[in-house]
């Protein structure tokens, strides 16, 4: 499975554009990261409990 092409100029050098590649990797989650931190976030009752309170206050706060 193809995940992503990299096209080079003329001048530019693969290892250039694979040390690119691998700074965004670092920087951005995969999917399946992203789903583990939410699951995570989801199964915590307190967080949520404070999430929500927040909200509330804030929905019914006048602005």
Known sequence: MISGLVAL?????LD???KVIAA???VQPS???S????QRE???P????AEFTDIAERA????
Do not use: Y
């Open 9 to 13: 100029d003329d001048g530019d050098r």
């Open 16 to 18: 250039d554009a694979l």
């Open 24 to 26: 965004r990797r670092r």
């Open 31 to 33: 999917p399946t990261e």
């Open 35 to 38: 789903i583990a931190v939410l």
């Open 42 to 44: 989801s199964s915590a």
């Open 46 to 49: 307190g967080q949520l409990s």
């Open 60 to 63: 019914t706060t006048p602005g």
